[in-house]
């Protein structure tokens, strides 16, 4: 972690937790009256107090969009994976990759559901699989091929050669009657039934 | 600067950047295996409306021009070889029909056509 961002997690949680402290105060009574009184009575008539206050204020506003924006280029930065051709750079977003696997995945029969993550890391890139798999299918075996062939595809189309890790979650095994059912309940409602030629 | 200048012998010409992301778009789209330029939502959609809009050009003070086009990619093609072609069909229209050199063509990968 990067020492910026760890000072600005000590400042957001000395901050807060000060807010906090005053708000407990205040509700048991501690903080006392004439004090509050006192201070808002001091701002109000001293001039350089005002400006103090301000200042503090503008400050503490400032550090938080810069920290906010940070953060989120941050993110926004790491959600992409990028190469550079002569033309120029050429950056494909996490969610595309995503949305390749969801398409490559759906090809196979034996997958019922499936919600990749992507995670583009120094080391290469991560995928998690969270899938819904039929009862009759042999886990281990699916697994493996699926891996296989996945790390392969995207490897060929996404042209990378970054060793690529894909860790795959097994969520729900759909039974037989669940799958029967299901279909049944997608079969759609023959209208006019029972009508015919005379 | 805007607008990139062309000095003629009859005056200025001056060509708007909404015309350079509009020739960027149709280079783009001519391409075999884009599917659509911008995003893979309804609601930016909605926002940007057409297509060129979500080009982005920016140009320079040297007058250089950068172009920015997110894409999305029809299932089944090889992006970096899309990409590619995308970078060079863009430039090639640009030179042909504006004569204006691109200093960079970004390619910005949004998404894989859906189902």
Do not use: C
């Not at chain 2, 926002?47 to 990619?73: A, F, Q, S, T, W």
């Amino acid at each position: 972690m990067r020492l910026f961002t760890i000072l600005g997690i000590i400042f957001y949680t000395t901050v807060i937790s000060l807010v906090g402290v005053i708000f407990i105060l205040t509700a048991f009574n501690l903080l006392p009256l004439n004090l509050i009184n006192l201070w808002s009575d001091y701002l109000h008539t001293n001039l350089q107090a005002k400006i103090v206050v301000g200042g503090i204020g503008l400050l503490l506003i400032l550090i938080s969009i810069s920290f906010a924006e940070l953060i989120l280029g941050k993110i926004q930065r790491e959600k992409t994976i990028a190469f550079n051709n002569p033309s120029g750079q050429v950056t494909i977003s996490l969610s595309a990759v995503e949305d390749l696997i969801v398409r490559l995945l759906r090809s196979i029969s034996d997958i019922k559901d499936v919600k990749p993550n992507v995670i583009a890391t120094k080391k290469g890139i991560e995928i998690d699989l969270r899938i819904s798999l039929r009862s009759e299918t042999n886990i281990p075996e699916l697994t493996m091929s699926l891996q296989d062939t996945l790390r392969n595809k995207i490897q060929e189309i996404l042209g990378i050669e970054e060793p690529i890790t894909i860790r795959v979650h097994v969520v729900k095994i759909i039974s037989k009657e669940e799958k029967e059912s299901s279909i049944k309940k997608e079969e759609p409602p023959i209208p006019f039934r029972g009508y015919g030629k005379i | 600067m805007d607008f990139p200048e062309a000095k003629m012998e009859l005056g200025l010409v001056k060509i708007h950047k909404s015309v350079i992301s509009s020739i960027a778009s149709l280079a783009a789209m001519e391409v075999e295996g884009v599917k659509k330029i911008g995003k893979n939502n309804v609601f930016g959609e909605l926002l940007k409306g057409k297509p060129y809009r979500n080009i982005k050009v920016i140009i320079d003070k040297n007058g250089e021009i950068k172009l920015n086009i997110p894409l999305i990619i029809k299932y089944g093609f090889n992006i970096p070889e899309v990409a590619l072609q995308v970078q060079n069909n863009v430039r090639l229209a640009l030179q042909n029909m504006v004569n204006l050199e691109a200093k960079e063509i970004n390619i910005d990968i949004k998404g894989i056509e859906r189902s």
